[in-house]
């Protein structure tokens, strides 16, 4: 484990503290992953820098049709908003099935998206949200499409030894759009997922205006089926143009024979199976909402 | 050594600890409360659940330091020397405990739910406890006597 | 039949303690001066250890010492064949995982774990040797070359009647191949003590177990010790299941403390518990059943092959027990069994909750289920034209003795979840529209049977001393009852105390239980076998009867203690024999526990989830002296084998383990459990137990997998044969089957 632990008071001194400890020292938010990974030798830092007494990181916030969630939120502070679960349904539904409550209420959905791991269901339910991280370094700030973020299964490309991330932004659903968002799991709670799928939909009367699909673990990370969703933008919804796009997004996948996960061949069908329904979801919570409110 | 200063149970307390110390070897082990059980040491399992500024949390996998300055309460915390918590007696009145062992996280799990959810539906209790395993009761009696500490404290209008 | 205490859900004699987080388990025990203690365990399942280097172990700062082979005195051990090593030295093998090297005994825990890493051994791998039936053919590597030319341990044999004519009489004929996996017992408690020398030099040791009296027969074996020179003490112990049945820490413990002479504490972490102890054994199990149109059984031929592991434990006694109910509850007339356990370099196979009578289970019931679809017949009426009563001739040819409860256990269950009953003729209940256009509903019936007490001659006896305190005027003040039962949880502790409560007409509240110490308490015989109400109750019922009659002279003399007592011997009542070596006939059990439960599910046709929707549960318990207890072993038994039959995968290839941490073996969580439960009892009394009392412990896990499978089956037609039946394989069942 580490031989230090520090509570910077601010985004820049926590950012001193990375720099004065050249690489050896990192950030931690709740740390319900990097605790194990520390225990099991996978984690090299000396130091822990802990961001949770830093103030102003722990908001979720709309401004100008934009959603702002602080590096601090929990995965329970996301499933619980009322903010999210009516204006980005599909991220409340994603964070309320991490682990159980005790992890919900310590892990933080930033800090599960720079933990990097192609499955990490809040950073699924970004990617269909086509969400923004803001990266804090000691040059200044600059905001990301979160896919930047990934370099590798585990590995984020913000190094979490010399920056943060300090919040995440994506662009509040509105009118006529709707997301969902399916996990298969081997027991019902506290379990990592064999599958999950996220899908946002938006229509323009009866037709499809944008689609986004993502779904994990598949590849080294989360996986956009952009062709898939492609095949729906300006098609109506109807039940078989979305088995359809699901098969698309199924042939797009590759997951590979896993121990623990299950086979290759049966990990492709479920994603044809989670897109599908993820999809119909999403579709049929769009075209029910009328105004501000949206509700999978 | 840093020192960790928190509320334990509503007193204060001061103890030297490693930085990489876990919390829950830090209140077992320096501080000498047992209750607190470590069982699958990687937060899998809940038996190690204790409430830090009335959240619960895996104390097995929650830096000590972490907890400096928070409000932290575990099993020992509930009910007094001559009474019991209400959930504490409805998990007897229940028959809920079998071997014991998941007991404490369980009580600080209903607990948790109990004090920001007073009138939890069956699926509320149930989520409630998701995070806590069990291998002996099959959780039916632990969700009755939940449910039997939610109607004492509705009925007493409160805690106390 | 009223009581007063029996029969009654009183709150149990350690609930309060426990819900305080007061109840001492063994790892919340801390000595003065204690040392820490860790295992270097194998890194290979099979290999000749060549070389042992501890130096640069030794040489880390706040090392105390470091015991290898050379410092066990006698260095083997076992519960029932002594095969086992208690460290592996130079030159000797290790077969499995589990096996130890070294233990290092340190100023701390941290500076124990590092010492591990820097011990250093030398293995020469050898073949490993992963499947039974493959150890069983002549050329397969042998695991215990020293004992024996042959990797089979044991095989029984069981052969009544006439299997050919039984199999000619029979009108349909159904095969099948069942296949059970390791599973985990997963107490939450995970294996720790402390050993040390007490104030009477006696060699201490306090951990979980559940039969203190012989733990201390084999560490006597092992230390060279007279028992009297040891002791066991057993506190709070956070489940077991049949898994601290052998020993896991307590040898350890004990060596530790008598080479250091200082207390050491061991502690194993989940990773340590899952990897290096013993699990339910695999069952292989070949079965060929035959009936009649109109449903009755003719014939049963079987074969069982079970995966012993690296050591023996007590794979022989859980074999003859899975011979014995290997056709069933079921009047069969014409029976050949072959059962085998095998040697393999597996993790080893030991006791767990059904010692062998689980694997069957799941076996006979899903060929009643299928015989039922194949004969058109309803799967309760199929079981009550053969369902055993009172007297009815088992497979080892001795006649059921009194408190058959099986058909009523059967037909309390059948009604409960809407079968209709009209002159013997049963009929399934509607089940209603499954929940979503992709989900199937499906509903399925199981039955078992599980003995109480132990089985085939082995003297099951429990020795019991109750002490009264009396009052001026001679009343009972408070009664203390001493035995060295362990209560792992179930409330063996409670229900003995109601028994005495009741046997001495006083309140519940003027009785305790005593510590299981060894030195202060007698031989009770083990928490197993679902025995302590029936075999340890009767010991207290008399015992006490004994000590009221002492205390009618008591209050001649004026003397205010009294004390009592008896040692129960369940051959005083019914002898057991052991199995004829040709036949396999013999009086296998002395009394039984009779179950039967319903599942209802739906499974999801697309993903091949199975959600279980109700489950109904009866259990013939002769006499429940705490209802509420019974309940509770009803929910963990379901707990158990709904885990068993659709989440628990305890992966193993090559003898590695790969599912180590409870985030990779699932045990089910609250979300995982039937949405509905209905637990319901049924008092078929054995007129030999205490108020009727037979058992309840295991019997509660043996139907729940088969019942769920059948039920997978009823909703979308395929049969899963080996479990877990998980999602993967009911969706690959499905798809091969269209």
């Known amino acids: ?296 | 050594m840093p020192t960790l200063k928190m509320t334990l149970n509503g007193q204060e307390v001061s103890v030297d600890v490693e930085p990489g110390d876990l919390l829950a070897y830090v209140l077992r082990d320096k501080l000498g409360l047992i209750g607190t059980k470590i069982s699958c040491g990687e937060g899998e399992c809940g038996a190690c659940t204790v409430l830090v500024d009335g959240k619960s949390v895996d104390s097995c996998i929650y830096p000590a330091l972490k907890a400096q300055g928070r409000e932290v309460v575990t099993i020992e915390g509930l009910g007094e020397d001559s009474r019991l918590d209400p959930i504490q007696q409805a998990f007897i009145d229940r028959t809920a405990p079998q071997c014991g062992y998941c007991i404490p996280g369980m009580v600080i799990s209903a607990k948790a739910l109990l004090d920001e959810t007073p009138h939890p539906t069956r699926k509320e209790i149930e989520e409630g406890i998701s995070g806590n395993l069990c291998r002996c009761t099959g959780y039916y009696q632990i969700i009755e006597a939940i449910e039997l500490a939610r109607e004492r404290l509705a009925g007493k209008g409160g805690r106390g | ?738």
């Not at chain 1, 601010?10 to 605790?35: C, K, Q, Y």
């Not at chain 3, 009581?3 to 025990?29: E, L, M, W």
């Not at chain 3, 319901?680 to 009394?685: C, K, N, R």
Request: proline share 5%.
């Open chain 1, 1 to 296: 484990m580490w031989d230090e632990y520090l509570f910077p008071a601010s985004v820049e001194e926590a950012l001193e503290m990375l720099e004065a400890h050249g690489g050896e020292a990192r950030i931690i938010a709740g740390g319900t992953d990097l605790v194990l990974q520390s225990q099991r030798g996978q984690c090299p830092a000396k130091a822990m820098v802990d961001i949770s007494r830093i103030s102003g990181l722990d908001y979720i916030e709309e401004h100008n049709g934009l959603i702002y969630i602080g590096a601090q939120v929990t995965h329970g502070q996301v499933a619980a908003s009322p903010l999210i679960r009516s204006r980005a349904g599909v991220l409340a539904e994603a964070c309320g099935s991490v682990g159980g409550p005790q992890i919900r209420n310590v892990g933080t959905l930033v800090g599960n998206v720079v933990n990097a791991l192609p499955a990490a269901d809040g950073a699924i339910a970004l990617f269909a949200l086509d969400a923004e991280a803001e990266v804090a370094e000691r040059r200044g700030r600059r905001w990301t499409p979160i896919a930047n973020l990934y370099a590798g299964v585990g590995l984020c490309t913000v190094d979490p030894c010399a920056a943060m991330i300090t919040q995440l932004r994506f662009g509040a659903l509105g009118k006529g759009e709707a997301g969902a968002f399916e996990r298969l799991a081997k027991r019902r709670a506290l379990v990592l997922p064999i599958l999950n799928a996220a899908a946002i939909v938006g229509l323009d009367g009866d037709k499809v205006e944008g689609a986004r699909i993502a779904i994990g673990p598949v590849a080294e990370m989360p996986f956009l089926a952009v062709e898939a969703a492609g095949t729906l933008v300006g098609q109506t919804p109807v039940e078989e143009r979305i088995a359809w796009v699901a098969q698309i997004a199924a042939q797009a996948a590759q997951p590979r024979d896993s121990l623990l996960r299950g086979s290759a061949e049966y990990r492709k069908a479920m994603v044809e199976v989670l897109v599908q329904r993820a999809l119909w979801r999403a579709v049929k919570a769009a075209s029910l909402q009328e105004g501000e409110d949206a509700n999978p």
């Open chain 3, 1 to 738: 039949m009223s009581n007063k205490v029996v029969g009654q859900s009183v709150p149990k004699i350690d609930a309060a303690t426990k819900v305080r987080g007061q109840r001492k388990f063994p790892q919340d025990f801390n000595l003065e001066g204690q040392l820490y203690a860790k295992v270097v365990w194998s890194e290979y399942p099979h290999a000749r250890v060549l070389k042992v280097d501890v130096s640069q172990a030794e040489a880390l700062p706040g090392v105390v010492a470091i015991l290898t082979s050379k410092d066990v005195p006698v260095n083997e051990y076992g519960i029932n064949i002594i095969d086992q090593p208690v460290l592996v030295g130079e030159g000797e093998k290790v077969r499995w995982l589990g096996d130890r090297i070294a233990i290092v005994i340190a100023e701390s825990e941290k500076i124990a774990q590092k010492a591990c890493q820097l011990v250093r051994v030398e293995y020469e791998p050898l073949p490993v040797v992963t499947d039974p039936r493959e150890a069983m053919k002549p050329d397969a590597p042998l695991i215990h070359e020293e004992r024996s030319d042959t990797n089979i341990l044991k095989h029984i044999k069981i052969r009544k009647g006439d299997i050919e004519k039984g199999f000619a009489e029979a009108d349909v004929i159904i095969e099948g191949y069942y296949v059970t996996p390791h599973v985990e017992h997963a107490y939450m408690q995970p294996e720790a003590g402390i050993g040390y020398i007490d104030e009477e030099g006696r060699v201490t040791v306090i951990a979980a177990a559940q039969w203190s009296h012989d733990d201390l027969h084999q560490i006597s074996h092992m230390l060279n010790l007279p028992i009297d020179q040891l002791r066991e003490i057993v506190p709070a112990i956070g489940g077991a299941f049949g898994g601290r049945e052998d020993m896991y820490i307590q040898h350890l413990l004990a060596l530790c403390a008598y080479c250091v002479r200082r207390p050491v504490k061991m502690v194993f972490d989940r990773e340590e518990s899952i990897r290096n102890t013993g699990k339910r054994h695999p069952y292989y199990m070949k079965y060929r059943t035959g009936a009649t149109r109109d449903g009755k059984l003719t014939a049963v031929e079987i074969e069982i092959i079970s995966d012993a592991g690296a050591y023996a434990s007590t794979s022989v006694p859980v074999l003859s027990n899975s011979a014995s109910f290997a056709a069933g509850p079921y009047i069969v007339p014409n029976a050949k069994v072959d059962a085998y356990t095998v040697y393999t370099n597996n993790a080893v196979a030991m006791a767990m909750r059904g010692f062998g009578s689980t694997q069957p289970a799941f076996a006979y019931e899903m060929q009643m289920n299928k015989l039922a679809e194949a004969l058109k017949i309803d799967p309760v009426e199929l079981r009550m034209k053969n369902l055993f009563e009172d007297g009815s001739i088992a497979l080892t040819g001795n006649p059921m003795p009194p408190g058959v409860g099986i058909k009523e256990a059967l037909r309390q269950t059948a009604l409960a979840a809407g079968w209709g009953e009209e002159d013997g003729n049963w009929v399934k209940p509607e089940l209603g529209p499954p929940s979503a256009p992709y989900k199937r509903r499906g509903i399925g019936v199981a039955c078992g049977y599980k003995n109480v007490g132990y089985s085939f001659g082995f003297d099951d006896r429990t020795r019991v001393v109750v002490d009264l305190a009396l009052d001026e005027s001679g009343e009972i003040a408070r009664a203390l009852v001493k035995l060295g039962a362990s209560d792992q949880g179930m409330g063996a502790h409670t229900a003995l105390a109601q028994i005495a409560a009741e046997a001495l007409g006083i309140d519940y509240q003027k009785v305790r239980m005593a510590l299981v110490d060894t030195s202060m308490v007698p031989n009770a015989g083990s928490c197993s076998a679902s025995r302590h109400v029936y075999i340890s109750g009767n010991a207290v019922m008399r015992a006490c009867q004994e000590a009221l009659r002492k205390r009618e002279e008591a209050l001649r003399t004026g003397e205010r203690r009294v004390s009592a007592e008896y040692e129960y011997r369940g051959r005083s009542v019914r002898p057991t024999t052991p199995y004829d070596g040709d036949s396999g006939m013999c009086n296998p059990h002395i009394s039984y526990g009779y179950t039967s439960q319903i599942a209802l599910v739906e499974v999801d046709v697309e993903t091949g989830e199975t959600e279980v929707l109700k489950v109904w549960a009866a259990q013939d318990v002769g006499r429940a002296i705490n209802p509420e207890m019974v309940k509770g072993q009803a929910g963990g038994g379901v707990h158990m084998g709904l885990g068993y039959a659709l989440t628990e995968e305890f992966i193993q290839k090559e003898g590695l383990v790969k599912t180590r941490r409870f985030s990779e073996y699932h045990i089910p969580t609250v979300a995982d459990m039937p949405r509905e439960f209905i637990p319901l009892i049924v008092e078929v009394a054995d007129p030999t137990g205490p108020f009727g009392a037979k058992g309840v412990g295991e019997m509660t896990t043996l139907p729940t997998a088969p019942a769920i499978i059948s039920a997978i089956h009823d909703a979308v037609g395929v049969w899963i044969d080996n479990l877990p039946a998980t999602a993967e394989k009911v969706w690959r069942a499905m798809r091969s089957r269209s």
